[in-house]
Structure formats: structure tokens, C-alpha cells
């Protein structure tokens, strides 16, 4: 009897292993389908980009309480078109895109439409039709909250896109930041930082290509 359920715990401690040794090998298997469908070489500059959002989206696509909406999808569009500005040759930038997202089972066709829809919506948005698209889109994701940085990016691309804020300064900018975090349950603390470091990231990217193009012109 002792034994029976010694080896019972064993199989579920060797079924438990094989199932994290296989996630962690999705990854990999993400990374090698990734290359069979962009068989080319990416830039330096731009490897880090690739890898990381390969390795995010590889993430999200095994979290239960995740859910691809149009602020995740505005998210990842404007950080994958912010961060590939310049990118050359240009036609392998619409190529990369699909690879990224087919790898890890998203699809790109969907995503630049539901960022496009977006945009499209909010353009025209008072604060209380933003309050309730938010509203409406918690209750279409019914509980699946789970937090990205991409979704940071989208709620600061939804902000961004609104005419009736155009005119308002970087504070009152936050304000309404904090608040569409709140509405969808997000830690504004965690909210504001990575749309900081998403900044600061674009500004260290122009001034890298700078320097590049300012080396390619001197030869």
C-alpha cells in the first residue's frame, strides 16, 4: 500500500517535471518556427525587439487570464511600428510582424485591424464614452485581466489617439492614464513605469539610429 503510493507521487512529481520541461521547450519550438517562417537576418538594433516580444507573446499565449482585446492589440502594433522605424530592408518589416505573431499562435491579420479599429473609435471619444468602451470591454473579457506591459502601451495609445485630449498637459495626460488603469484593474504604479521605460526606450533607439545614419553618410 505504501509503495502504491509512492509510486503515485512519483508519476505525479515525473508528470508535473514533463510538464514544465515542456513549456519551457514551447519556447524554444516558438523560436525555431519563428525562423522557418523569417529566414533572414535581423539587424542588431533590432534583435532585442524581436526576441522580446517573441518570448512576451510565447508568455500570454499560456496565461488562462489573458484575453487579446483592442488595447492589447493597439499595444503591440505601436510598439512593434515605434521600434522597427527604420528597419531595412522595409518590405521584411511587414514579414517580421507575421512571424512574431504566427509563431505564438496570434494573428497579425487580426491584431493591426483590432489596433486599427481602435484608433478608429476612440478618435472621436469624450471622457464618458471612454468610460464606457472600458466598461464594455471588461465585461466582454469577463474577468480576464491579466496585465502586460503591451496592454500599458495600448491604454497609453488610446489616450494618445483622443482629440478631446490633445490639448492637455503630460499631468492631466497621467490622470486619465490612471484612470483607464483603474477601470481595468491594472496598478497604475505598474502602468506608469513601463510606459516610462517604453519612452525612454524610443528615444535611446533615435538616437542610435542617428548615429548610424551619421556614420553611414561619413564613409
Do not use: W
Not at 65 to 85: M, P, R
Not at 86 to 94: A, M, N, R
Not at 192 to 217: F, G, P, R, V, W
Amino acid at each position: 500500500m505504501i509503495l502504491a503510493k509512492s509510486r503515485g507521487k512519483l508519476r505525479s512529481l515525473k508528470n508535473y517535471l514533463g510538464l514544465a520541461l515542456s513549456v519551457r521547450a514551447t519556447i524554444s519550438d516558438s523560436k525555431s518556427d519563428f525562423h522557418k517562417e523569417f529566414p533572414y537576418v535581423i539587424p542588431p538594433i533590432y534583435r532585442k525587439l524581436a526576441d522580446e516580444l517573441l518570448v512576451e507573446l510565447h508568455l500570454l499565449s499560456h496565461q488562462k487570464n489573458f484575453k487579446e482585446d483592442l488595447i492589447f492589440a493597439a499595444g503591440l502594433k505601436e510598439i512593434f511600428s515605434k521600434f522597427t522605424s527604420g528597419y531595412k530592408p522595409s518590405e521584411h518589416i511587414t514579414k517580421l510582424f507575421d512571424a512574431i505573431c504566427n509563431c505564438n499562435g496570434f494573428n497579425p491579420t487580426e491584431i493591426i485591424s483590432a489596433s486599427e479599429q481602435l484608433v478608429n473609435k476612440v478618435n472621436t471619444f469624450t471622457k464618458e464614452d471612454l468610460n464606457a468602451f472600458i466598461s464594455k470591454l471588461n465585461n466582454d473579457n469577463n474577468g480576464k485581466d491579466y496585465y502586460s506591459r503591451i496592454n500599458a502601451i495600448g491604454i497609453y495609445k488610446l489616450i494618445s489617439e483622443m482629440q478631446s485630449f490633445k490639448d492637455l498637459k503630460e499631468e492631466d495626460i497621467n490622470k486619465e492614464i490612471k484612470n483607464v488603469s483603474e477601470l481595468l484593474g491594472y496598478q497604475y504604479a505598474r502602468v506608469e513605469k513601463d510606459i516610462s521605460m517604453y519612452k525612454s526606450n524610443i528615444e535611446k533607439m533615435k538616437q542610435a539610429l542617428e548615429i548610424i545614419a551619421l556614420n553611414i553618410t561619413s564613409k
